[in-house]
Each structure stands twice: as structure tokens, then as C-alpha cells.
């Protein structure tokens, strides 16, 4: 192979320059605040918008993957397609990948699954309530983790309700206990859900690891939104989110405003395209005279 042709060739996918587990520790111990987005189905251009303003952590979720967990193959083109095309758009922010749950029901489809992504531009996975056994085999074998502890949304919160939790103290003790167990089988952060302010912030200053509050109000290590929260998108504002933005109206009003000009004839003008040489020209409408088709 020519030196020409090696010249991209990797060893590792490591990057100096990406937010890994390890800078996110360091901004922890600095006492930097941690900025986590996730875009949901608004796309890894919105993630590379948070990028370019210095956002940390973006957290992925895979909606063909979630979707079609049951097949695969498909779960595989996909999510490593999915993480490839962030990865394409956004060279620092650290890209979290929510694994779907058939993928860690068991330590080895967890690494097998996990090591693959993680060669696909992913910093790290989320197996969104994994057990601790199957937890510490994915450490042993350097799959690096950012989970998550109190409410698990998704498959949790669909069987039980959307609701805070950790509101005893049994219960906050049981939810600290839970981070502290991922913490020491390797995970290296965590989020944590829809539990009490004090609650939140006792166990981000009690734990070693990066900890950032979702829906819960602690400032932690640091916070969490959805971009559908934060540009306003969805049909019921929730009540731990802000809205920085109305994104639906301005979208629709630039669509609308297009709409107008293509069915009034002010788009596309003479300047949007370009014209045949005349005698080209010439020749082509000839052709088409006597065509008879």
C-alpha cells in the first residue's frame, strides 16, 4: 500500500481533543459546571450548534434502534450509522450512546455491542439500568460507561408513570446506594432523575464520578435538558425544563414564507438558476421539435 494511502490509517479512535470521561472528571474536580443536551429527533445538526458554543455531553438516543431492538442485525447498521453521522458533525462534545436494553442483557452482549459503538465515534455507552455484574464485566473490558440512576425514562417510567422518586429517606439512601455501586463497578458519571433538590446534591458531593441533574433542579456537577424542551417543541412544557427558544414558529414561518413566494412566482428568480449556451440552446429545442415520442 502507498504511504499516500496510510497516511489516515488509525490504530485507535482515541482523540486528544474530545471530551472524554476523563475531561468531564477533571471539569467535576475543577468544579465546572457539566452542559448535557440531547437532541432527541431534532438530529446531530443541533448537536453540533451545542458544540460550537461549548456544551459537553450529548446524549443519543437511537429512535430507529429503540424502535427495532428485536432484530439485530438492524440494530447494528443502524446505531453504528447513527453514532458515525454525529461523530461526522461534532469533533469534541462528548457523545453519549443510549444502548438499547437487549444489548446489555447479558456482560458479553454488552461488551460485544458497547466496543463496536465505541469504535463508531461513541465516548461512551448508556445501559440505561444495567445490573452491576454486567456493569463491571463492561469495565473490566473497557467499554466506558455514563449511566443513569433514579427515574429510568424509557422502559421504567412506561411501566410505573412519570413520577419523582427518592421522596423518603429509604428511598433517597437506596438511590444513592445505586450510584455508588455503578460507581465503584467502573461507570465513570452518571445523570440523575426526578429526585429531590437535596437529594441530587448530596449525592453529586458524596460521589467521586460526574453527576448531572435531569428534571430534578440541583445544580449537581451539572444539568441536563432536552432539546425539545429547550426550543419549545414540545405540545406541554415539563416542569423542570426552560424554553430558550420558539422553534416551531420560526420554522413554520420561514416555510410559510417560501410557500408564499414558490405560488406567487417570486421564487425561483432569474439569479437562482443559469442559462444554455444559444446555440446549445438552439440545437436542444430543435431536438425537441422533432422529437415524436
Known sequence: MADNQTA?????????????????????????????????????FFAMAA????CDICRIPDMMSLRNSVDYDFMKKTSGLTIQKYREYCKIIHLNYYMP?????????????????????????????????????MSDNYVPTYGHIGA?????????????????????????????EYQENGMGGMTIELTPMEVS?????????????????APCDGSEMVDMDTFGVMPKPASHAKTYAQLLPFLCE????????????????????????????????????????
Open 152 to 180: 429510568i425514562s424509557g422502559w421504567q417510567t412506561n411501566a410505573t408513570g412519570y413520577k419523582k422518586v427518592g421522596k423518603t429517606a429509604e428511598d433517597a439512601f437506596k438511590i444513592f446506594k445505586w450510584g455508588y
Open 201 to 217: 446534591q448530596a449525592i453529586a458531593e458524596k460521589l467521586r464520578v460526574p453527576v448531572v441533574s435531569i428534571a430534578g433542579g
Open 8 to 44: 489516515d490509517i488509525k490504530m485507535s479512535t482515541a482523540s486528544k481533543t474530545r471530551k472524554n470521561l476523563n475531561y468531564l472528571q477533571k471539569m467535576k474536580d475543577r468544579g465546572e459546571k457539566i452542559v448535557q443536551m440531547c437532541p432527541a429527533e431534532l438530529g446531530p
Open 101 to 137: 436494553a437487549p444489548t446489555y442483557s447479558t456482560g458479553e452482549q454488552a461488551v460485544r455491542w458497547g466496543s463496536e459503538w465505541t469504535f463508531d465515534g461513541a465516548d461512551s455507552m448508556l445501559p440505561m439500568g444495567v445490573t452491576n455484574d454486567v456493569l463491571k464485566f
Open 51 to 54: 458544540e460550537m458554543v461549548g
Open 254 to 293: 420561514a416555510y410559510m414564507d417560501w410557500l408564499d413566494d414558490v405560488r406567487d412566482g417570486d421564487y425561483p428568480e432569474d439569479k437562482h438558476g443559469y442559462h444554455m449556451d444559444p446555440e446549445e440552446l438552439d440545437k436542444f429545442n430543435d431536438m425537441m421539435a422533432k422529437f415524436e415520442g
